[in-house]
T-cell receptor, first 118, second 114 residues
Framework: GAVVSQHPSRVICKSGTSVKIECRSLDFQATTMFWYRQFPKQSLMLMATSNEGSKATYEQGVEKDKFLINHASLTLSTLTVTSAHPEDSSFYIC??????????????FGEGSRLTVL | AQSVAQPEDQVNVAEGNPLTVKCTYSVSGNPYLFWYVQYPNRGLQFLLKYITGDNLVKGSYGFEAEFNKSQTSFHLKKPSALVSDSALYFCAVREVDSSYKLIFGSGTRLLVRP
């Protein structure tokens, strides 16, 4: 089955620093990946759509300069939380679409990255 | 705008009993509907999807879901619950002609007691 690897699974950083989270599709190519944020006991909020070779598309209310997304290859997208603050602490989850499958295909999700900003 | 609603924050059921987790949707066109499950501090696992065809969709781990167009519902069901089914369940929707992004419901926590 399609596997999405997300790294790191947990990260603790100091306020003001930047943190990079990687999302890799291990056995398929993904021209499109999605980044979600999940608050405790809440649903997933779509942050942005990451497109290989082009700029990400951000959802309304998401700061593009705060959450930098790079999708440099067909198997890797990165989310960088810049100048992190405690309110950025959250569970970040990426998902990917298998470009080789039909258009009805489901998304495959990474295991998530828990960010704690001190 | 497309959306899904999961009216129950939590569903409690005894092991061995049937379970239902409710989901209703709102889209302007034909929907693609999905169910995912999330275990603590983990990503989401795909359970099943409805695209077209039979209204009863069978998925992983013995789960199934019934698509009802007139009631705009896509309830998740299982004939006999297991304690290991206890988790957070999300219903999701995307429109056929939209991007591939999914819009998730608020989630329903399923608790199966022994």
């Amino acid at each position: 089955g399609a596997v999405v690897s997300q790294h790191p699974s947990r990260v603790i950083c100091k306020s003001g620093t930047s943190v990079k989270i990687e999302c890799r599709s291990l056995d398929f190519q993904a021209t499109t990946m999605f980044w979600y944020r999940q608050f405790p006991k809440q649903s997933l909020m779509l942050m942005a759509t990451s497109n290989e070779g082009s700029k990400a598309t951000y959802e309304q209310g998401v700061e593009k300069d705060k959450f930098l997304i790079n999708h440099a290859s067909l198997t890797l997208s990165t989310l960088t939380v810049t100048s992190a603050h405690p309110e950025d602490s959250s569970f970040y989850i990426c998902s990917a679409r298998d470009s080789g499958r039909d258009v009805t295909g489901e998304l495959f999700f990474g295991e998530g990255s828990r960010l704690t900003v001190l | 705008a497309q959306s899904v609603a999961q009216p129950e924050d939590q569903v409690n059921v005894a092991e061995g009993n049937p379970l239902t987790v409710k989901c209703t949707y709102s889209v302007s066109g034909n929907p693609y509907l999905f169910w995912y499950v999330q275990y603590p501090n983990r990503g989401l696992q795909f359970l099943l999807k409805y695209i077209t065809g039979d209204n009863l969709v069978k998925g992983s781990y013995g789960f199934e879901a019934e698509f009802n167009k007139s009631q705009t519902s896509f309830h998740l069901k299982k004939p006999s619950a297991l304690v290991s089914d206890s988790a957070l369940y999300f219903c999701a929707v995307r429109e056929v002609d939209s991007s591939y992004k999914l819009i998730f419901g608020s989630g329903t926590r399923l608790l199966v007691r022994p």
